[in-house]
Each structure stands twice: as structure tokens, then as C-alpha cells.
């Protein structure tokens, strides 16, 4: 498969927004795809996860209500719009794909990965 591949990352100040996207995504082949961040030093979290049929999304407790995870497979892209940015948000943001179901949160789980989209959000 083709990899992924991030972009979008940015600085911005705090209260503003980003969005990320990757691609290529292709449903018919990846179960899951999913937004994981990893803060500095500190292990990659699940930001959000969405099943291929979108029918299924999971976000962080600290990204609820402020970021939206959605997939457009006509082309064939992922998408993680995120609002009202805190500086806490900042972070190296990686978009990963599985083949498998369920839709897991541990890294471990997803097989392809992007390179990673450095967001940092000043306060």
C-alpha cells in the first residue's frame, strides 16, 4: 500500500484551529483509521478513531466537543478537524490505519502509519 502521509500541522495560538489531513485512506482495505498524538517524550495517544464506515468514531476525553475526526473515500483522505486549541494540544499528530476489527486505541494495533504533522499551539 501506498503510505501515509500527514499534513496541515502548524502553529497557532491558543483558541485557534487546524486542520490535518492524510492520504491516502482506502476504506475497502483499512478497517480503522485513527489520529494519535505524541506529546514529547510522552507515549502516542488515540486522539480519534473511526471505523470505515464512519459509523463508529472515538474520541479522547480532552478532545471532545473541540475536534472531528471524518473520512472522504471518494478521496480517499482522512480528516481531523480540530477547534479551540489549548496548548496542551501540542503535539506530533500521526494518522494511522488498520486492517482489523474492532477499532482498537492502543498504537500497537495500526499497521501503517504517517510520518507525523507537528502541531504547536502557544498560549
Known amino acids: 500500500q501506498a503510505p501515509l502521509v500527514e499534513s496541515g500541522g502548524g502553529s497557532v495560538q491558543a483558541g485557534g484551529s487546524l486542520t490535518l489531513s492524510c492520504g491516502p485512506v482506502?476504506?475497502?482495505?483499512?478497517?480503522?483509521m485513527a489520529w494519535f498524538r505524541r506529546p514529547q517524550g510522552v507515549d502516542p495517544e488515540a486522539v480519534a478513531v473511526?471505523?470505515?464506515?464512519?459509523?463508529?468514531?472515538y474520541y479522547a476525553d480532552s478532545v471532545k466537543g473541540r475536534f472531528t475526526i471524518t473520512q472522504d473515500s471518494a478521496k480517499e483522505t482522512l480528516y481531523l478537524q480540530m477547534n479551540r486549541l489549548k496548548p496542551e494540544d501540542t503535539a506530533m499528530y500521526y494518522c494511522?490505519?488498520?486492517?482489523?476489527?474492532?477499532?482498537?486505541?492502543?498504537?500497537?494495533?495500526?499497521?501503517?502509519w504517517g510520518q507525523g504533522t507537528q502541531v504547536t499551539v502557544s498560549s
Open positions: 494511522a490505519a488498520s486492517a482489523s476489527l474492532p477499532c482498537e486505541l492502543q498504537a500497537a494495533a495500526y499497521r501503517s
Open positions: 482506502w476504506p475497502n482495505v483499512w478497517k480503522c
Open positions: 473511526i471505523s470505515d464506515t464512519g459509523d463508529s468514531r
